[in-house]
């Protein structure tokens, strides 16, 4: 359930980010996680399928990518986004 609140901040972050770069559309957001993220990928999808609407990101996917030397309570963060 928790996947909903990381794509608001995902969506919040990449969307001032692109702002900020005066990027039009972002295709891909590139999500590092840690071990013991607990993201469920499918529901990280769903939940931003939703969310992506009407912004930048419409047509954007998410890909998740293991950082195994991730430790401590940040155990995700938005490596990187690609757009023009």
Known sequence: MHEGAVCKEIVDIVGEAAWQ???QK???IVLAVGPYSCINQSQLNFYFDV???GTC????VITVE??????GPSQMYIKTF???
């Open 21 to 23: 770069n005066d990027i």
């Open 26 to 28: 972002v295709y891909e």
């Open 51 to 53: 969310i992506r609407k």
């Open 57 to 60: 990101m419409e047509e954007a």
């Open 66 to 71: 293991r950082d195994e030397d991730l430790s």
């Open 82 to 84: 690609r757009g023009e």
